[in-house]
């Protein structure tokens, strides 16, 4: 599948590593970064979404997504991406990304918004009641983060891990590395980690970073240790 993600926002809390770990399924465990545990929100722009070598669609290719995520690693100690939910506002990429790549994808009105440099992001679940809401802007020049650094410990990730029919798989995306900024963080929301069922304390993001956007090729699922 090819891709262009835009006008990304990642925002993380630092969390207990123990009960991040009870939510995880088996095979799977916390990736840390210098003995601290992630839980991040990530919402963005899902462009031209097709598959290789066919062209866009006006509609159906273009729609706004909300993901709920954390750093993991394998039984062979290969780090990724583990996805709680990814919300979305096209019922047949819902569908078609449960059926093909066995993602945790839900159906909710996600609307995103954005200036020269103001960005606002909502997000309305199926099911629940409240909205999630978010605005940013960025703060720093953007730039490539460094190997070693908690920025590149958790937005340089180009593997995620699902389970498909009881066997744990790995998904693959190439892109260039992402040129983020700092963010301020005007309006922020757990709720999304509620929904998931991940309890923390209500407080505002520990980091935030934002991103204009890369291309994107992604990849079939393979399982892990074929």
């Known amino acids: 599948m090819q891709q ?4 990304l926002f ?7 590593e123990s009960m991040l770990q009870s939510h995880l399924p088996s095979g799977l465990t916390v990736d840390t970064f210098r003995g601290k545990a992630y839980l991040g929100i990530c919402g963005l722009s899902m462009k031209s979404v097709r598959p290789q070598g066919l062209p866009a669609l006006p509609w159906l290719s273009h729609f706004a997504e909300l993901n709920v995520r954390t750093y993991v690693r394998d039984p062979e100690g290969n780090p990724g991406v583990y996805f709680f939910s990814l919300d979305c506002d096209r019922a047949i990429a819902v569908l078609a990304a449960q059926a093909f790549f066995s993602l945790p994808f839900r159906y909710a009105r996600v609307s995103l918004g954005a200036t020269d440099e103001d960005f606002t992001l909502s997000c ?5 009641r409240d909205t999630a809401r978010y605005a940013w802007r960025p703060i720093s020049n953007p730039k490539v983060s460094k190997p070693g650094t908690l920025e590149y410990h958790l937005l340089e990730r180009y593997v995620f891990f699902t389970h498909r029919n009881g ?3 790995q998904g693959r995306v190439h892109h260039p590395p992402y040129e ?3 963010a301020e963080s005007t309006e922020w ?4 980690l509620a929904w998931n069922g991940l309890i923390i304390k209500s407080r505002p993001p520990d980091l935030a970073h934002c991103c204009r956007g890369v291309s994107v090729a992604a ?3 393979t399982p892990i240790g074929a």
């Open 4 to 7: 262009t993600w835009a006008n």
């Open 10 to 16: 990642f925002q993380h809390w630092e969390v207990d």
């Open 124 to 128: 309305s679940r199926f099911g629940k």
């Open 167 to 169: 066997k744990l798989h």
């Open 180 to 182: 983020v900024s700092r």
């Open 189 to 192: 929301s757990i709720l999304p």
């Open 219 to 221: 990849y079939p699922l």
